[in-house]
Each structure stands twice: as C-alpha cells, then as structure tokens.
C-alpha cells in the first residue's frame, strides 16, 4: 500500500528494465549479488526460483 502511494510507477519499470541488463562486469561476484537482490527486491520482481537462478546466471562474466 505504501509502495503504491509513495513510489512513481517509472522507478519501478526502471529497476524491472535494469534487472533485465544486469551483468556482473568488473565487479565481484558478491557485489553483483547484492546489486541483483536489490533489483529483486525494490522492483517488486517476483519469479520462481528457477527462473531467478537463470537470470542470475545469465549476469555472470563467465570468463572468471
């Protein structure tokens, strides 16, 4: 409730649209995390786990 009243909707359609471009880049494996779990969390995402995992993983730099 206080989400719908006090948050614009563009913040939330930002953070999904950053969620959906989120990589890892030159940053740790942990900071990516949290980076990740904010998104989730602040934009309101809400997905089965699976589909978190393959999202997460899609970020990743592989190369490490």
């Known amino acids: ?3 719908a009243r006090f948050v ?3 913040y939330i359609r930002d953070l999904q649209k ?5 990589k890892q880049g030159n940053r740790t494996v942990r900071e990516y995390h949290r980076e990740f ?3 989730m969390l602040c934009g309101g ?3 089965s786990r699976g589909d978190t ?3 997460f993983l899609h ?4 190369k490490i």
């Open 8 to 10: 614009p909707d563009y």
């Open 37 to 39: 779990k904010m998104c």
């Open 53 to 55: 995992i393959k999202r």
């Open 59 to 62: 970020g990743l730099d592989l």
């Open 18 to 22: 950053k969620m959906q471009n989120l």
């Open 45 to 47: 995402i809400e997905e």
């Open 1 to 3: 409730m206080m989400r």
